[in-house]
């Protein structure tokens, strides 16, 4: 038996122990935005592709600088038969050479091509700067989301708070009513109404233990933390932020939107692409350079054989066919208007939208917190009747929940006000600032 009594007291303290493992880990808003830009895949994925424009830019304008080829040979040569068809030459027999070396050196610098390194140049360099562009408004996707599961998880875990803070309440009122059945005071009826708001109340309390998970496990993955982590949302640093610079138009949004600039360099670049599918229509020029050095064996032998001039090029088919080349750069460039057009359209709704969201939050918020108040006193009224018998258990269970319906309610209007804020921040073009300048 005192075995067993060690068995058993041994189990609970090592379930003790496992509990204060999970340790929950406090994290601000702040330092998982932050987080996720260092850690994430889509942010690391979009730095990539920055570097490889970056990269390719830097090729481009390789082609403005000079190409210098150095070449080689050495080669053994069989008994070679010559005659110099010379009247001077002499009647003895010459003699043959076993082998011969040849060396070049060749110098082009391009001069004019139709303007099609430059214009080439400027496309790369457009290019690589929507690229850019298109990795920031990455880093406000991954924020947005962030801040999606952060204010997810603050809701869920207040939720747990309030409907765990009620159980205790539920709990005790089972406890009185069972008193007062077992003393006929009042009817079983009213015993099993209390114990099914317990029940009720549970399932209610397993519902948020589950989200509380997901969101945890979903948030920990995005951050890469690991999923054992379980985090805390901070209440006091969570609702530390000022709101009362929320944009009001779409004038904002229209100038600092990142995915807009980033056609907008789009389109520049496919302007320098017309361009550079003109170049076909001009000649090319270039000017040229060499030196040679030649040995064949026992029989000639030049050095410092040195040229330069100049070299012009001009493919007069491709004035036809270069046509076809203009056309679809142009429809390109065309594709890429439209597309700028569209997408300014679409952030004046998304703003529109995002700012009429902001503005219900914060009614809702007002009428909550009267709600609240009103539910609150209602509670108290309705209690005070029933202690003194004259109000039965269903007005009291429905006060009750009304009462924590609107605690709860109360709670989760605050954390929508935030989260409306910043996803109005987010269609706006400012998300990244408000991390960046640390106003939280």
């Given at each position: 038996?005192?075995?067993?009594?060690?068995?058993?007291?041994?189990?609970?303290?090592?379930?003790?122990?496992?509990?204060?493992?999970?340790?929950?880990?406090?994290?601000?808003?702040?330092?998982?935005?932050?987080?996720?830009?260092?850690?994430?895949?889509?942010?690391?994925?979009?730095?990539?592709?920055?570097?490889?424009?970056?990269?390719?830019?830097?090729?481009?304008?390789?082609?403005?600088?000079?190409?210098?080829?150095?070449?080689?040979?050495?080669?053994?040569?069989?008994?070679?038969?010559?005659?110099?068809?010379?009247?001077?030459?002499?009647?003895?027999?010459?003699?043959?050479?076993?082998?011969?070396?040849?060396?070049?050196?060749?110098?082009?610098?391009?001069?004019?091509?139709?303007?099609?390194?430059?214009?080439?140049?400027?496309?790369?360099?457009?290019?690589?700067?929507?690229?850019?562009?298109?990795?920031?408004?990455?880093?406000?996707?991954?924020?947005?989301?962030?801040?999606?599961?952060?204010?997810?998880?603050?809701?869920?875990?207040?939720?747990?708070?309030?409907?765990?803070?009620?159980?205790?309440?539920?709990?005790?009122?089972?406890?009185?009513?069972?008193?007062?059945?077992?003393?006929?005071?009042?009817?079983?009826?009213?015993?099993?109404?209390?114990?099914?708001?317990?029940?009720?109340?549970?399932?209610?309390?397993?519902?948020?233990?589950?989200?509380?998970?997901?969101?945890?496990?979903?948030?920990?993955?995005?951050?890469?933390?690991?999923?054992?982590?379980?985090?805390?949302?901070?209440?006091?640093?969570?609702?530390?932020?000022?709101?009362?610079?929320?944009?009001?138009?779409?004038?904002?949004?229209?100038?600092?939107?990142?995915?807009?600039?980033?056609?907008?360099?789009?389109?520049?670049?496919?302007?320098?692409?017309?361009?550079?599918?003109?170049?076909?229509?001009?000649?090319?020029?270039?000017?040229?350079?060499?030196?040679?050095?030649?040995?064949?064996?026992?029989?000639?032998?030049?050095?410092?054989?040195?040229?330069?001039?100049?070299?012009?090029?001009?493919?007069?088919s491709g004035i036809l066919k270069n046509n076809s080349h203009v056309k679809e750069a142009e429809s390109k460039a065309m594709e890429v208007k439209n597309s700028e057009a569209l997408l300014s359209d679409r952030i004046k709704v998304e703003v529109q939208k995002s700012i009429e969201d902001y503005d219900l939050a914060i009614n809702q918020s007002v009428v909550y917190d009267e709600a609240l108040q009103q539910a609150s006193e209602n509670y108290r009224l309705v209690k005070d009747k029933f202690d003194n018998g004259l109000s039965d258990t269903n007005d009291l269970v429905e006060a009750d929940v009304e009462h924590l319906s609107a605690k709860i309610n109360t709670a989760l209007s605050k954390a929508t006000i935030i989260q409306k804020y910043y996803e109005l921040l987010s269609v706006s073009g400012q998300l990244s600032q408000s991390f960046n300048?640390?106003?939280?």
């Amino acid at each position: 038996m005192k075995i067993s009594q060690l068995m058993l007291f041994g189990v609970f303290f090592i379930g003790i122990s496992s509990i204060e493992a999970q340790e929950k880990t406090s994290l601000t808003l702040d330092e998982a935005v932050k987080l996720a830009w260092e850690k994430s895949n889509e942010v690391t994925l979009a730095n990539t592709k920055v570097n490889t424009k970056k990269y390719e830019l830097q090729s481009v304008k390789n082609n403005q600088y000079p190409d210098l080829k150095v070449s080689g040979q050495y080669q053994r040569l069989g008994k070679a038969s010559i005659d110099l068809h010379n009247d001077q030459a002499s009647s003895e027999p010459m003699a043959s050479p076993d082998r011969a070396m040849l060396g070049m050196a060749n110098l082009s610098l391009p001069i004019f091509s139709g303007f099609k390194i430059q214009s080439s140049i400027d496309t790369y360099e457009s290019l690589y700067e929507a690229e850019t562009a298109n990795a920031a408004k990455t880093k406000e996707d991954v924020a947005l989301r962030v801040i999606t599961y952060y204010t997810a998880l603050y809701k869920a875990q207040k939720t747990l708070d309030l409907l765990n803070e009620n159980q205790k309440q539920a709990k005790q009122r089972v406890t009185d009513f069972t008193e007062l059945e077992k003393n006929g005071i009042i009817p079983r009826n009213d015993l099993l109404k209390a114990q099914l708001m317990v029940s009720k109340t549970q399932l209610s309390i397993d519902e948020a233990n589950n989200n509380i998970n997901n969101i945890n496990f979903y948030l920990t993955t995005l951050l890469k933390l690991d999923p054992s982590v379980k985090l805390q949302v901070n209440e006091q640093d969570f609702f530390n932020l000022k709101t009362s610079n929320a944009p009001t138009s779409d004038a904002l949004a229209l100038e600092n939107r990142k995915d807009l600039e980033a056609v907008r360099l789009q389109s520049k670049a496919s302007e320098a692409n017309i361009r550079v599918a003109k170049a076909g229509y001009y000649p090319t020029l270039a000017l040229l350079g060499g030196y040679t050095a030649f040995d064949l064996k026992d029989f000639i032998t030049v050095k410092y054989a040195m040229n330069f001039g100049v070299g012009l090029s001009y493919d007069l088919s491709g004035i036809l066919k270069n046509n076809s080349h203009v056309k679809e750069a142009e429809s390109k460039a065309m594709e890429v208007k439209n597309s700028e057009a569209l997408l300014s359209d679409r952030i004046k709704v998304e703003v529109q939208k995002s700012i009429e969201d902001y503005d219900l939050a914060i009614n809702q918020s007002v009428v909550y917190d009267e709600a609240l108040q009103q539910a609150s006193e209602n509670y108290r009224l309705v209690k005070d009747k029933f202690d003194n018998g004259l109000s039965d258990t269903n007005d009291l269970v429905e006060a009750d929940v009304e009462h924590l319906s609107a605690k709860i309610n109360t709670a989760l209007s605050k954390a929508t006000i935030i989260q409306k804020y910043y996803e109005l921040l987010s269609v706006s073009g400012q998300l990244s600032q408000s991390f960046n300048l640390s106003k939280i």
